[in-house]
């Protein structure tokens, strides 16, 4: 499920979605570097070359993408960690660092798994790219079903 809505200069693009998953195993998939490496900032046919994470409030990521020929680099800060349920970060791609989104990501307990939804807050620079924004989401999360999926028969 996606929605967008505009508010002042940016535009938000919210996601909702059900995983099978404690939200403590859905929260550490986006700090993890071994686990995020395989969903996060990426798409089917994509290559993360290059991963790191400081999961601290202030601390920075960066994710190295290879697409289409092209390097892709996702850079960050965490403005917020509360394990499981809430993770706030800016982000940027190292070709337009002076356009940051804003994400929120909240996840709350539904049965035995988990919903999460998350906020996607658009620098206006990026606004024309809302569908865009909403496709790449929707297909990390299934590569995140997957791989929550595989730890899962471990």
């Not at 969903?39 to 994509?46: H, K």
């Not at 499981?84 to 190292?94: G, N, S």
Request: with cysteine; proline share 5%.
């Amino acid at each position: 499920m996606g929605g967008a809505a505009a508010s002042g200069d940016t535009v938000r693009v919210t996601i909702e979605r059900r995983f099978d998953a404690a939200p403590e195993e859905v929260f550490d998939a986006w700090l993890d570097p071994d686990v995020a490496r395989r969903w996060l900032f990426t798409s089917p046919g994509s290559a993360i070359s290059r991963v790191g994470i400081d999961a601290s409030v202030g601390g920075s990521f960066v994710f190295v993408d290879q697409r289409d020929g092209k390097t892709v680099e996702h850079q960050g800060t965490y403005l917020e960690i509360n394990r499981p349920h809430r993770l706030v970060f800016r982000f940027w791609t190292a070709e337009e660092p002076s356009a940051p989104d804003l994400l929120t990501v909240m996840i709350t307990p539904d049965g035995e798994g988990c919903v999460l939804t998350l906020h996607h807050d658009l620098h206006p620079y990026w606004a024309k790219f809302v569908d865009f924004t909403n496709k790449e989401w929707t297909q990390m999360f299934v590569l995140l079903d997957g791989v929550l999926a595989e730890a899962s028969m471990r």
